[in-house]
């Protein structure tokens, strides 16, 4: 009886050791959108505000619909932001390494008043003024001012401008995936399963698209699918909490912006 007894209670002992680990809920994964260039077409634009979720609207400050694009994208309710020109950009608001402090933040300020309503900025080109350290310190302590916040669009692997808003906790985030470097739908589309991948390894993922006619296609063919796949499609400041300024594996080691 008593041998029995010890041998039942050995082999519960060792079914639960060998039992199977408690599987955790997997963990959510964010997609967030930004369109650049807006503000060279109307009917064009529009099209990107009627996209079935939370799209930020980059718009550049020297196209002819600027201002007015700006105001149609508040009212629609999308988060707005400065698509802010830099070397190698040229314009009248672009900025450019050989300028003087007071000749960027008066560039600055006059796209500022062009367009409207903006939460934030991120830059347009930029390869080699996001390289600048002084410039772009300047850059986020000013932002920091005026309570906007920074995406680094990463045109250059050489870029600071996200680690000098993270040295000033300067609310930010940078891109992950462009989604349409190759304007064919195939190459769109793949660029964002891509960043669906990517989402759903690191936790989230920043894409940044162009109103091209292929984009658009494809965003306004997949973008509605991705709650089935999992995926939850969140706008630029909430993605920026998400994140928590923090640096994924690919911007940086440890949370912190190389």
Not at 65 to 89: C, N, Q, S
Request: proline letters at 6%; one cysteine or more; hydrophobic letters at 45%.
């Amino acid at each position: 009886m008593f041998q029995r007894f010890i041998l039942g209670l050995l082999l519960c002992l060792t079914g639960v050791a060998h039992a199977a680990p408690v599987e955790t809920a997997p963990q959510k994964a964010y997609l967030s959108l930004i369109i650049d260039d807006l503000g060279q077409n109307l009917p064009r634009d529009r099209r990107v505000l009627a996209l079935p979720g939370p799209v930020t609207t980059a718009i550049m400050p020297d196209t002819p619909h600027a201002t007015e694009f700006a105001r149609e994208a508040h009212r629609a309710g999308k988060i707005v932001i400065l698509h802010m020109p830099m070397d190698p950009a040229t314009g009248p608001f672009a900025w450019h390494p050989d300028l003087s402090i007071e000749e960027l933040e008066k560039r600055l300020g006059a796209a500022f008043k062009v367009v409207p309503y903006t939460a934030g900025i991120n830059n347009h080109m930029g390869s080699r003024m996001t390289a600048q350290q002084p410039a772009m310190a300047w850059l986020m302590a000013h932002l920091q001012q005026r309570h906007k916040f920074f995406v680094d669009s990463r045109t250059s692997a050489q870029t600071v401008a996200a680690a000098e808003a993270q040295k000033i906790g300067l609310a930010s985030v940078s891109r992950d995936v462009f989604l349409d470097d190759e304007r064919t739908e195939a190459a769109i589309s793949t660029q964002l399963q891509t960043a669906i991948s990517l989402a759903r390894k690191q936790g989230s993922a920043v894409m940044i698209g162009h109103p091209y006619p292929q984009t658009l296609a494809v965003l306004e063919r997949e973008m509605p699918k991705l709650k089935a796949q999992g995926i939850e499609w969140i706008d630029i400041k909430q993605m920026i909490s998400v994140r928590g300024n923090r640096a994924t594996a690919a911007h940086g080691k440890d949370g912190v912006y190389r």
